[in-house]
T-cell receptor, first 114, second 110 residues
Framework: AQSVTQLGSHVSVSEGALVLLRCNYS??????LFWYVQYPNQGLQLLLK??????LVKGINGFEAEFKKSETSFHLTKPSAHMSDAAEYFC????????????FGPGTSLSVIP | EADIYQTPRYLVIGTGKKITLECSQT?????MYWYQQDPGMELHLIHY???????EKGDLSSESTVSRIRTEHFPLTLESARPSHTSQYLC?????????FGPGTRLTVL
């Protein structure tokens, strides 16, 4: 079985500052990991995904995440926050078969302060 | 263009009405999902399908029902809407791993 925790339901950063959103997972099989972003009144959009290739994954809009098996973590980072990054971010995990459902974390709301 | 569509985007309806939320995808995916999400809250899986004539209930109990008669179409129906059904409903489809989401339907039941 898989599960996801996201530390911090709300994160605020200043414009231009580092963005760090935390995600820890639990999985009994090698996981596939995802970060999604959701803007108000919209669906979820995939930012990046880890599928057992490179442990440092680069995504859209300047975001990246690093898979650390020893820490069971998949934290999302961006060197310099933009106002347009303000949104809800969801970490998700899936198991090793195509019939595994994707399990979403509770989400982290990112605010960017001018 | 391959995409996933949901209609209507917004719906305000009175208690007791029957409603159907539409979801269609042109990506050729076999797997489709319905999630319920309250504002600023986590997603709850309420229904999923692995292909035509396959439907399963998700992790969150829901009074809604779904059907999958065609690969590209996965509608959700509420026979008698209640204020407790007020929420956002997100439809998704997936290939082997990644899920693709529609824009959602925000439902308000008065």
């Amino acid at each position: 079985a898989q599960s996801v925790t996201q530390l911090g339901s709300h994160v605020s950063v200043s414009e231009g500052a580092l963005v760090l959103l935390r995600c820890n997972y639990s999985s009994s099989v090698p996981p596939y990991l995802f970060w999604y972003v959701q803007y108000p009144n919209q669906g979820l959009q995939l930012l990046l995904k880890y599928t057992s290739a490179a442990t440092l994954v680069k995504g859209i809009n300047g975001f990246e995440a690093e898979f650390k098996k020893s820490e069971t973590s998949f934290h999302l980072t961006k060197p310099s926050a933009h106002m347009s990054d303000a949104a809800e971010y969801f970490c998700a995990v899936s198991g090793g078969t195509s019939y595994d459902k994707v399990i979403f974390g509770p989400g982290t709301s990112l605010s960017v302060i001018p | 263009e391959a995409d996933i569509y949901q209609t209507p985007r917004y719906l305000v309806i009175g208690t007791g009405k029957k409603i159907t939320l539409e979801c269609s995808q042109t990506m050729g995916h076999d797997k489709m999902y319905w999630y319920q999400q309250d504002p600023g809250m986590e997603l709850h899986l309420i229904h999923y399908s692995y292909g035509v004539n396959s439907t399963e209930k998700g992790d969150l109990s829901s009074e809604s029902t779904v059907s999958r008669i065609r690969t590209e179409h996965f509608p959700l129906t509420l026979e008698s809407a209640r204020p407790s059904h007020t929420s956002q409903y997100l439809c998704a489809s997936s290939n082997e791993r990644e899920q693709f989401f529609g824009p959602g339907t925000r439902l308000t039941v008065l």
